[in-house]
């Protein structure tokens, strides 16, 4: 559930840092998705042991070699990775399916020693890993070695935030507030952003900014199709901001809109983006990409014909078809954590009336930090 409107890494290379004194030495095993990469780095920041980060570039072939070879360096290309050599590490922390046969292959090499984690859904069986910290879209069978937490990890630290907001607002001029800052992810799963709902979102925020007297700050993010993104913005010509999201941009404005914003709006399908929002204790509003016609919380009932093909959209109608009928442990269900955000009181629909007390706080990275410990209490 990816945060992909943070800024991109691309560096290849390995970083060393002191080893903790008694702490295991951990290898953090990047992946291309930047949202996979932060809640990495969030975690291994929280252990506070000492780590390497490896990075990887991949062959067009990794699907097929990972798929059929089990734990196997293929699917990597060698001179344009991270070495991998001995001493092996006593840790690996991985996400992504790409890095699942190359994190493998190092606990073979280890003779076993090294211990696997994983976070988001594994493509190997679970057996295969000491450490599964996943969320409740995986829909993974409860197993002692499968942590479900309540939506994915996030390293935002309110001084990190804050100081993101002041860089950002000294950017900006005066503007009325409160300022409203939406994040705009893009199509997944049964959802489609294209113009057409990009344009439904305009009309809801303008709706927003003119109930609360404030003003509109958007962000795109790595899904944000060209054409969504023009519509959006011929949409919105009075925001106070609009940033198109760029590889490398240097000047990416997400973290200081997470911190300078008074109200947060994120679309539904994001679970990265919407866990962000929330995490600052901000209102957040969740625009709503297919709430009200997608409906099939129970994947072993069979769904009627009229609601299964009640869109012709071909994402949709694919999604819906892999929930129905597809394995269990390979299918996502991306309407149960927004659905559950919105349950806990942590955001509201985009629409309805704001949410409404102050929920207890997210503690999901404290509690893959203590399973990880665990593994070497002996």
């Not at 294209?194 to 007297?213: F, M, N, T, Y």
Request: charged share 25%; net charge positive.
């Amino acid at each position: 559930m990816t945060s992909e409107a943070g800024p991109q890494v691309s560096e290849a290379g390995a970083q060393r840092l002191p080893k903790a004194a008694g702490g295991p030495h951990t290898w953090v095993l990047m992946g291309r998705k930047e949202g996979d990469n932060r809640q990495l780095q969030a975690l291994v920041e929280m252990l506070g042991w000492a780590y390497e980060t490896k990075r990887f570039a991949y062959r067009r072939s990794e699907l097929l070699t990972n798929l059929l070879l089990g734990p196997n360096l293929h699917g990597m290309r060698a001179g344009e990775s991270s070495p991998l050599n001995p001493p092996w590490p006593d840790l690996i922390l991985t996400a992504g399916r790409r890095n699942e046969p190359i994190a493998r292959w190092i606990k073979r090499q280890s003779g076993g020693r090294t211990k696997l984690v994983h976070l988001g859904r594994p493509w190997a069986r679970p057996e295969a890993f000491d450490l599964i910290v996943t969320t409740p879209q995986y829909r993974l069978p409860p197993r002692a070695n499968i942590l479900e937490n309540e939506t994915v990890i996030h390293g935002l630290e309110p001084e990190r935030l804050a100081e993101a907001g002041e860089a950002l607002g000294r950017r900006l001029p005066d503007m009325p507030r409160p300022l409203i800052a939406v994040l705009v992810g893009g199509s997944a799963g049964p959802f489609t952003l294209d113009a057409e709902s990009a344009r439904r979102l305009a009309q809801d925020v303008k709706a927003l900014a003119e109930r609360e007297g404030g003003t509109l700050l958007v962000t795109t993010s790595a899904r944000t199709t060209p054409e969504a993104a023009e519509a959006l913005q011929q949409a919105l010509p009075d925001a106070g901001l609009f940033h198109r999201w760029r590889l490398g941009d240097a000047e990416n404005p997400y973290l200081g809109l997470l911190g300078l914003a008074d109200i947060l709006v994120a679309t539904g399908e994001s679970i990265s983006m919407a866990t962000e929002a929330c995490a600052t204790g901000k209102p957040v509003y969740l625009f709503d990409m297919g709430r009200s016609w997608f409906s099939m919380r129970r994947p072993a009932r069979l769904p009627a014909l009229r609601e299964l093909f009640a869109d012709y959209d071909r994402r949709a109608l694919v999604y819906r078809l892999a929930l129905a009928f597809g394995p269990r442990r390979l299918v996502r269900d991306l309407q149960v954590v927004p659905e559950r955000l919105v349950a806990s009181g942590r955001a509201a629909w985009l629409g309805d009336p704001a949410p409404q007390g102050s929920p207890p706080p997210l503690r999901d990275l404290e509690r893959a930090a203590e399973a990880v410990k665990t593994l070497f209490a002996d």
